[in-house]
T-cell receptor
Framework: AQSVTQPDIHITVSEGASLELRCNYSYGATPYLFWYVQSPGQGLQLLLKYFSGDTLVQGIKGFEAEFKRSQSSFNLRKPSVHWSDAAEYFCAVGITGNQFYFGTGTSLTVIP | DTAVSQTPKYLVTQMGNDKSIKCEQNLGHDTMYWYKQDSKKFLKIMFSYNNKELIINETVPNRFSPKSPDKAHLNLHINSLELGDSAVYFC????????????FGPGTRLTVL
């Protein structure tokens, strides 16, 4: 069965520090890959997506993600975190048949 | 202008009642979705409508019935509410399939007592 795993339920970083959120997927072929962010009390917003091509994808708000086929991973990174980045982050995969699955989410706390 | 709006924002009701949540999008998208987010923040797609036709219908109880009067609206009606239905329900829309950017509404927090 297809699955999306975000191993870290909760991460705390200091403002200005770098960030990496992990995402692993289980699927026979390379799926479409996404990162969404959910700010407190709000809906989700797309940060970036990967379909094919360059494995390093740039997104909004200074985020980037790297697809690594050998590790079935699509980790999200930001070089310097801002307090406004505190939110819930969801990795997601899209596979044939318009199937779309979110991971379990990682909650990010930013310490001033 | 709100892109995807939902009403109500909060909904508190008793077990066994019937309730509806409304969703409207002004983005001109042809596909709309309903998601359920449980207390652990797990987000799962429930339904997807494309041009008013049901495309995805994940395994949800038939007490849940989506209705799409036109491309801009997708309402969710829930019969005989149960405690386990308590969750945040999100409406979303996209152009075409879910692999295009989905725009989410602010959510409706449903509490069943």
């Amino acid at each position: 069965a297809q699955s999306v795993t975000q191993p870290d339920i909760h991460i705390t970083v200091s403002e200005g520090a770098s960030l990496e959120l992990r995402c692993n997927y289980s699927y026979g072929a390379t799926p479409y890959l996404f990162w969404y962010v959910q700010s407190p009390g709000q809906g989700l917003q797309l940060l970036l997506k990967y379909f094919s091509g360059d494995t390093l994808v740039q997104g909004i708000k200074g985020f980037e993600a790297e697809f690594k086929r050998s590790q079935s991973s699509f980790n999200l990174r930001k070089p310097s975190v801002h307090w406004s980045d505190a939110a819930e982050y969801f990795c997601a995969v899209g596979i044939t048949g318009n199937q779309f699955y979110f991971g379990t989410g990682t909650s990010l706390t930013v310490i001033p | 202008d709100t892109a995807v709006s939902q009403t109500p924002k909060y909904l508190v009701t008793q077990m066994g009642n019937d309730k509806s949540i409304k969703c409207e999008q002004n983005l001109g998208h042809d596909t709309m979705y309903w998601y359920k987010q449980d207390s652990k923040k797990f987000l799962k797609i429930m339904f997807s409508y494309n041009n008013k036709e049901l495309i995805i219908n994940e395994t949800v109880p038939n007490r849940f019935s989506p209705k799409s009067p036109d491309k801009a609206h997708l309402n969710l009606h829930i019969n005989s509410l149960e405690l386990g239905d308590s969750a945040v329900y999100f409406c979303a829309s996209s152009q075409g399939n879910p692999f295009n950017e989905q725009f989410f509404g602010p959510g409706t927090r449903l509490t069943v007592l």
